[in-house]
Nanobody
């Protein structure tokens, strides 16, 4: 059974850091690209970042450039999102998603086949 499980979400003060993890089971991530998305209350789900099957990285939104870093550890079948200098506007449920393929697509939800259940990130003082 294909499954993605996110973890690492928390309440953090502005300027703080978090590392989200996305653990895959039921399949091997080696040949999949993986993306992180987020959805704030009352807003549409938006793409944050993507990493290709060979490690190429893409940010979907300019607001996270220089602050968020996506990475993958194929040996652990896990993808990470390192988030620094967090801002209140980063508050959202964060989802990881994946699909078979080499290169990252655009930030379209339909380009991703499997989704995790999400982890809550709240940035507030």
């Amino acid at each position: 059974q294909v499954q993605l499980v996110e973890s690492g979400g928390d309440l953090v003060q502005p300027g703080g850091s978090l590392r989200l993890s996305c653990a895959a089971s039921g399949f091997t991530l080696d040949y999949y690209y993986i993306g992180w998305f987020r959805q704030a209350p009352g807003k549409e789900r938006e793409g944050v970042s993507c990493i290709s099957s060979v490690g190429g990285k893409m940010n979907y939104v300019d607001s996270v450039k220089g602050r968020f870093t996506i990475s993958r550890d194929n040996a652990k079948n896990t993808v990470y999102l390192e988030m620094n200098s967090l801002k209140p506007e980063d508050t959202a449920v964060y989802y990881c998603a994946t699909a078979w393929g080499r290169s990252c697509p655009g930030a379209q939800i339909y380009a991703y086949t499997y989704w995790g259940q999400g982890t809550q990130v709240t940035v507030s003082s």
